[in-house]
T-cell receptor, first 112, second 114 residues
């Protein structure tokens, strides 16, 4: 599985946008980009995923670089509840056979 | 997305004993995954469990230590055998939608071995 690189930690102020970067320079054409987050004392939670085009859902937006070697998870208005570890993961494009390999992720701190 | 019920939520066990963790899914799924999260660390995949076949273990994990059962498409168990304090971790199960959908995780089993 291709490797991802994320900053160890980031800080944000409440109600401001947050841009969480992820580098995946060895991504293959069939790798999907998934983002998960883990709130304190909980299991990971799916946030968003994409292949080539930018994606939006109720939780966040995913901006994917044109060469797909990097992506950015965007939280439009951070809340205290968004404080978590965010994981960027690549999954080989084949239905229902991919396994999630977690890196260290980015610990997001949200300040009131 | 699938809903997973994982039991027990936590346990304190004596060294040398075994603990079986259960995961029940509210829908049929082809593959289930078991993870370990050691204190302060990220998640590490232990094995992938398919119904009707032997689980596939990741490097560093063996069947004798972490036997897995997958009797049907909605249920799986992970046993942590002959426990030592080093096994103190959170154990999580997960089911996936593959590449096209998000994966769902159980709430985890917090295991302390004394």
């Amino acid at each position: 599985d291709a490797k991802t690189t994320q900053p160890n930690s980031m800080e944000s102020n409440e109600e401001e946008p947050v841009h969480l970067p992820c580098n995946h320079s060895t991504i293959s054409g069939t790798d999907y980009i998934h983002w998960y987050r883990q709130l304190p004392s909980q299991g990971p939670e799916y946030v968003i995923h994409g292949l080539t085009s930018n994606v939006n859902n109720r939780m966040a937006s995913l901006a994917i670089a044109e060469d797909r070697k990097s992506s950015t998870l965007i939280l439009h208005r951070a809340t205290l509840r968004d404080a978590a570890v965010y994981y960027c993961i690549l999954i080989l494009g084949s239905s229902n056979t991919g396994k999630l390999i977690f890196g260290q992720g980015t610990t997001l701190q949200v300040k009131p | 997305s699938a809903v997973i019920s994982q039991k027990p939520s936590r346990d304190i066990c004596q060294r040398g004993t075994s603990l079986t963790i259960q995961c029940q899914v509210d829908s049929q799924v082809t593959m289930m995954f078991w993870y370990r999260q050691q204190p302060g660390q990220s998640l590490t995949l232990i094995a992938t469990a398919n119904q009707g076949s032997e689980a596939t273990y990741e490097s560093g994990f063996v069947i004798d230590k972490f036997p897995i059962s997958r009797p049907n498409l909605t249920f799986s168990t992970l046993t942590v055998s002959n426990m030592s304090p080093e096994d103190s971790s959170i154990y999580l199960c997960s089911v996936g939608g593959g590449t096209f959908y998000g994966y769902t995780f159980g709430s985890g089993t917090r295991l302390t071995v004394v």
